[in-house]
């Protein structure tokens, strides 16, 4: 009988921990698609694209003006969505668009990309 009642209580508090530090791990973890390797955020918002690009948000919107001014540019545009009325940036997006407008010398006025 003692064996019975020890194997039951051996194993409850042995679910109990498995419970305990599965819900451990889930709340400290980070998703992936939160989070990049670096620790820095996926996606960023107009101010710290902004930042990171060290141009205001009225110089971002500029350019995201211009790109839309040709839809039949196929160049590589910076890479934007909406929600709502607030805009999000792709940061490794925005890596690889800085690469492109670079090597390509790309020159915003705000009506054209020359």
């Known amino acids: 009988m003692f064996s019975s009642r020890f194997t039951l209580v051996a194993a409850s508090f042995i679910v109990g921990l498995s419970f ?24 960023m918002t107009l101010g710290e694209a902004a930042a990171a690009l060290n141009m205001t948000e009225a110089q971002v919107k500029l350019i ?16 934007y969505f909406n929600i709502n009325s607030d805009l999000y940036i792709s940061r490794a997006g925005l890596l690889a668009w800085i690469e492109a407008a670079a090597a390509e010398r790309r020159h915003y006025t705000g009506e054209t990309i020359r």
Not at 22 to 43: M, N, W, Y
Not at 64 to 79: F, Y
């Open 20 to 43: 305990i530090v599965g819900c451990f791990v889930l709340r400290t973890g980070e998703s992936p698609l939160v989070q990049t390797t670096g620790g820095e955020k996926a996606v």
């Open 64 to 79: 995201i003006s211009s790109e839309e001014r040709d839809p039949g540019d196929e160049r590589m545009k910076l890479p």
